[in-house]
Structures are given as C-alpha cells and as structure tokens.
DNA sequence: ACGTGATGGTTTATACTTGAAATAAATACT
DNA sequence: AGTATTTATTTCAAGTATAAACCATCACGT
C-alpha cells in the first residue's frame, strides 16, 4: 500500500512540491533578514560615530518633518510600526534636547501634538543628507536599473503578508 | 553660462537621474524594513504566544541544531550577525532552561564548546516545525514561481552591500 | 622563564523593544 | 446625572542590543 506521509498536504499542491516551497520560504525571510540586518547595523554605526543619534530618533524626527503642522502622538507607532510604550521615552528624551515639542490638545486633553522645533528641523536635514548618502554608497554596487522591480517585488510581498494576517 | 549645481556629480550621471536613484534607494530600504519588521513581529509574536519563546533563543537553537558536535562560542555572533556581550545572557538563559550545554575546551581554556541537549533538540524540532508553517502561512500569497528570484535579488543586494562594507 | 600582544568571553552602561497593567480623559448608555 | 466602555498615553518588568572596558588564557620572541 502507498505510504501515508506524516503531515497530509494542505494544498493540492505534493508533498515534494510543499517541502521545495517551505525551503524556497525560508531561504527568502533569511535573505530579507540577513539584507535588513546587514544596512540596518552599518547604518546604526554611523549614526552614532557622526551624530551621536540613534536610529529611532532619527525615524521619529523623519516622520515630523513632512508634517509641518504636527502629528498626534498616537499616530507615530503605527506609522513606524513600534509599540506605544516604546515611544514614549523617546520622545521624552527628544523633547528634552529640544528637537521636538510635545504639547496637549486643547480639544482633548488625552491627546498630545508632537511638533518639530526650528532646531530639530535644522538637525534632521543635516542627518537626513548623511543618511541618503550612506544608503547611496551600501548600494551603489546594485544595478540602479533593478531598484524598483526589487521595491515592487518587496511591495508585493508586504501586501501578501498584511493579508496574510488580516485574514485569520 | 552654465549653471553649476552646488553638489558637483560623483558620478557620470545627470543630478537629475542622481536624485532619483537616491529616491529609490531609498524607498528600497524602506520597503525592506518594512517587510521584515512586519514578519519578525508576527513571527515573534507566534513564538510568545504559542511556546513563550523568544526568536534570538530560537536563531541559537537552529544554528546550533546543525552542529550534532557543537559549536566554538565565539562563532555564534558571526553566524548571527550579533554582538558578543549580547549572546552571553541568552546562552546563559538557554543553558539553564537545559536546552544547551557549555563545556570549556580541554585545549584551550578560554575557548567555550556548546552543544544542544536531547531536550533542546526536541523542543526546537516542535518549534521549527510551526515557525516553517507561520511562515508558509504569511508568504502564501506571494506566488511560488517568484520566490527564488527575489531570494536571488537580495543575494545581490546583499552582495553588493558587503562589499561596498569591505572597501574602505 | 618572561614580558608582550593577540584572542575568547564576560561585564557594564546605556538604549531600544515589547506586552501588560495602570491612569486619565472622553464618549455612550442607561 | 451617573455608570460603563472606549481611547490615548504612561509606567513597568523582562528581554534584546550595542560598544567599550575588562579578564583570562594562549602564542611568541627574547
């Protein structure tokens, strides 16, 4: 008689196909991480060796910058994708050296507007530039002609994952 | 006359064309990051929920699983892209919980072997198992046939970082 | 033997990160 | 009005991360 496999197949898809597929998987988060985790840690270093900043509040001062108005507070960890508790001391300590204000609506007194300073702009721009620099130099060694199918591809893969996650 | 950009080009290209592959260097990186920050926090979110497991716990784990003999400490921190200091505690955790062993090397005193218990190899056999369904789970709706290209691309991408690391 | 320097790990200080609990203010519902 | 629920934010405990300082051991040249 035919040998039942362990784990029945969940797709039409054989369990040859499905073994090749979950390595294909694997293989492409360890890339992505690898890829993420490599410019991500060069980037950090020299964020810190030339600005004496960190990446997080280099990220925080990024969104505020194309809002000249302000943000509400609570918009910045689902822009950035961190926790809300997470932010909290960043922003204190952004407030702190004046990069930033941080200031209660008058309509809502739970809601605060995170507002850059004149200052905080000033910085930004100077690290923003260093920054566009930097990506420009890690990359320079890949084919501008194929950045924005990758950017597709990646765009495509978040989509498959936010839907991946809405669903269940 | 000509007018003279305040940026002379670093390259044959136009400023024009520079701008834009800086915009697109750009939105890669963005898109990168946000696709892994959107795997690994559901990834890690699975892991608590489901095993009360951290992924650095689980990363030690499956580098260590392909090492029957065990591993030189030192070379954990290459593997996984981390710092020295921070794997100590986790060893640490990881030893305790009896997952892992840490044996001094006979030949050299300074030098740490560790090696996976029976029980952490069992215990990581039943996590990885569920962390390749979460992932084939969450990449499902990006079709197969495009997996190993993008893989492919990112090779390249990383590729080109390292090198671009290397040089000066 | 004996410095001298290189190497493997740990420790320490600081910062980021999360999830969960707590606080406080607004809104909805009797 | 008065209670309950929701929403915005902070606080807290635990864990992760780095860089830099440190300690032990090894390797080598004298």
Request: one cysteine or more.
């Amino acid at each position: 008689m035919a040998l039942a496999k362990e784990s029945p197949p969940v797709s039409p898809r054989s369990g040859v196909d499905q073994e090749a597929e979950y390595r294909a998987q694997t293989r492409l988060w360890l890339r992505l991480l690898a890829c993420t985790t490599l410019i991500e840690g060069e980037l950090r270093r020299r964020f810190r060796e030339e600005f004496d900043f960190t990446m997080p509040r280099f990220d925080v001062l990024a969104q505020l910058d194309r809002e000249p108005s302000g943000l509400v507070l609570g918009e910045l960890p689902k822009r950035l994708m961190v926790s809300a508790g997470n932010l909290t001391p960043i922003v204190d300590r952004l407030v702190e050296d004046g990069f930033i204000t941080r200031t209660p609506s008058n309509l809502d007194r739970r809601v605060q507007i995170v507002c850059m300073t004149v200052e905080g702009r000033k910085a930004f721009r100077r690290m923003a530039k260093s920054h566009g620099s930097w990506l420009a130099e890690l990359l320079a060694g890949f084919p501008a002609d194929r950045l924005d199918a990758l950017t597709g591809e990646l765009d495509a893969l978040k989509g498959a994952v936010k839907d991946a996650m809405q669903k269940p």
